[in-house]
């Protein structure tokens, strides 16, 4: 059964704007607190916001003040809304519990470029 579906990646210009969203299962998305992940090519998946089930918000300082995480409780779906983004933002994209991971969906890809 497939718990954890990512979307609305694509291809932006630098600067422009997407909203990714994440379905999860109910088990996934009772967790304390989901987060938002990427992976670049060659480099390791890193962690960029997380929100707690009680809309507590964190960032990586390299997202900080252009990604605003959210969550609907009521559609169990988190979104990552990315505003400016840059080069350095391409990379495939995914959701799921903060800190007591389940086993990772596809990803979405995102790709900055001119």
């Known amino acids: 059964q497939v718990q954890l579906v990512e979307s609305g990646g694509g291809l932006v210009q630098p600067g422009g704007s997407l909203r990714l969203s994440c379905a999860a299962s109910r088990s996934i998305f009772s967790a304390y607190a989901m987060g938002w992940y990427r992976q670049a090519p060659r480099k390791q998946r890193e962690l960029v916001a997380t929100?707690?089930?009680?809309?507590?918000?964190n960032y990586a300082d390299s997202v900080k003040g252009r990604f605003t995480i959210s969550r609907d409780n009521a559609k169990k779906m988190v979104y990552l809304q990315m505003n400016s983004l840059k080069p350095e933002d391409t990379a495939v994209y995914f959701c799921n519990a903060a800190r007591a991971l389940w086993n990772w969906g596809q990803g979405t890809q995102v790709t900055v470029s001119s």
């Open positions: 929100i707690t089930s009680g809309g507590t918000t």
